[in-house]
């Protein structure tokens, strides 16, 4: 089932002189199995919409829906947050264990798991992040590269098992390789298990490549929302919410002017060299 985001509004401390309204009436179906992207400028609303997935924050006003179960319901949000692994940004400054083992298995520990079934849970999600368990279990997460200690966090929330997962800036702060493998590790993960991914991203070439959908959000509002080859056409309109379009899209609209007929709604840099020799070889054959 998916999760439904119902008429939602949020405001922090309302009711008092410092009350800011985050969220205005939101309505967003996360389907499952999709792979969502949600992008917007600072201070849009991302982290406050995702923080309302797990019950983490409840409405102000509407309701959020897991798999059919209301966020609002205090009883049923431990269950909630099994379903929905949120990860926030930097999420390696809440490691905290002496070990990479103990680390990942804290979660499954306190849901009452044995010890034989945390090992499993434990070697199992940092496979799911390329990490090997022999190897890297004992080791203090604090000696470990940025990127190491990104995918063991990322290793914890994958140790609970969820159905959705909720990631928010995953590679900020990584250098250009980290960066890489934690994405292609989403994806992997998103294609081999079918787990629903959530990502929120400041770099359009990202998402560009990795999402089925994008939702844009601007001042607490749902903006716009599309599949990405289609959102990055309206590079006006992304520019006006403060946003821009992929560097690769972009040059290839830059091209068309040029090159009338080339194809403009491009997203990776494999497509562009292709498109450029098609409409080459064709301009060559005229």
Do not use: C, W
Not at 13 to 38: R, S, V
Not at 86 to 93: G, K, N, S, T, W
Not at 261 to 274: H, N, Q, S
């Amino acid at each position: 089932m998916p999760i439904r985001v119902v008429d939602v509004s949020y405001t922090y401390q309302p009711g008092t002189p410092f009350a800011a309204t985050a969220l205005k009436g939101i309505n967003l179906t996360i389907n499952e199995g999709e792979f969502l992207g949600l992008i917007g400028h600072t201070g849009s609303g991302k982290s406050t919409l995702i923080q309302h997935l797990n019950g983490l924050l409840v409405p102000t006003e509407g309701q959020v829906l897991v798999d059919g179960v209301d966020t609002r319901v205090r009883a049923t949000r431990r269950a909630i947050r099994q379903k929905v692994g949120l990860v926030f940004q930097y999420p390696e400054h809440q490691l905290f264990e002496e070990t990479v083992a103990k680390d990942v298995g804290f979660g499954p520990r306190n849901l009452g798991l044995t010890e034989d079934e945390v090992e499993e849970r434990v070697e199992e999600a940092l496979a799911m992040v390329g990490l090997d368990a022999a190897k890297y279990g004992p080791r203090s997460p604090f000696d470990l590269s940025g990127g190491e200690m990104r995918r063991v966090a990322i290793a914890g929330v994958l140790a609970m098992r969820p159905q959705y997962l909720v990631l928010d800036e995953p590679t900020a702060g990584l250098d250009p390789r980290g960066r890489d493998e934690i994405l292609g590790e989403l994806a992997d993960l998103h294609k081999r298990l079918g787990l629903t991914v959530i990502l929120v991203s400041h770099s359009m070439e990202d998402v560009a490549r990795l999402v089925d959908r994008l939702v844009v959000l601007h001042r607490g509002r749902v903006a716009a929302e599309g599949k990405p080859r289609e959102l990055f056409q309206r590079a006006e309109e992304l520019k006006r919410l403060g946003l821009g379009i992929p560097q690769i899209t972009e040059f290839m609209r830059r091209f068309s002017e040029l090159h009338p007929g080339a194809r403009t709604d491009i997203l990776t840099v494999e497509e562009a060299v292709e498109e450029i020799l098609r409409h080459l070889r064709r301009r060559g054959h005229a």
